[in-house]
């Protein structure tokens, strides 16, 4: 799995993001946050407010965007709590980013479901690595893609899967990977889901289940019946 990183805090870092502050339009969204708490329970807000902040570092450096320590200061002085209680919270979650990343985001789920069996998740990982040309924790030479590995990301059913960004792209194979990324690379958006064909998460091949009549009032997409 990967490694802990480090929080960069050089004095480039704060130059650059000291003065970090809320846009206009993120103001509001942050007020909305923190509508949602009782008075003297703002630190409820941590979360969704780094998850605000790291967007906005994305949308200023054209990337997914990531957490430097002048903005995870901000935050803290934003719901009026010491700095350390927001970066536990920045620490602990892997959806917060610590460091500098890509314009593409590539998480390989590398747990049980997506490496057993027939999956091979492994296999998908390899095939970014090579296709890309970096390893894992690593971003691509013309900073479009960082890779990791993740735990479980929840798309079991549909082994092996990915996650760039905020779409899932499931039933992976080396060649539906790549041929995901290279869209990536051109500025085409790929659909995401599962790549094999399937719909969602129904059974691969012909149903064997659920193929008579309905049962009370259940309703079945008639494809599935």
Sequence with gaps: ???????????????????????EENARKAQEVLARYPAGRE????????????????????????????????????????????????????????????????????????????????????????????????????????LIEAECLGACSNAPMVQINDEYYEDLTPETIKKVLDDMSAGRKPKPGPQSGRRTVEPKGQAITLVGKAAGTEVFAPEWR
């Design 1 to 23: 799995m990967a490694d802990a990183v480090h929080i960069p805090d050089e004095a480039e870092v704060r130059a650059r993001w000291g003065a970090f502050a809320w846009t």
């Design 43 to 146: 630190q409820s807000g941590s979360i969704p407010l780094l998850d605000l902040a790291q967007r906005q570092v994305g949308a200023e450096t054209q990337t997914q965007g990531w957490l430097p320590v002048p903005v995870i200061e901000y935050v803290a002085r934003y719901i009026g709590v010491p700095y350390m209680r927001v970066y536990e919270v920045a620490t602990f979650y892997t959806m917060f980013n610590r460091e500098p990343i890509g314009e593409y985001f590539v998480q390989v789920c590398t747990t049980t479901p997506c490496m057993l069996g027939g999956c091979g998740s492994t296999l998908i990982l390899d095939t970014i690595k090579d296709h890309l040309g970096i390893k894992q924790g690593q971003t691509s030479k013309d900073g479009k893609f960082t």
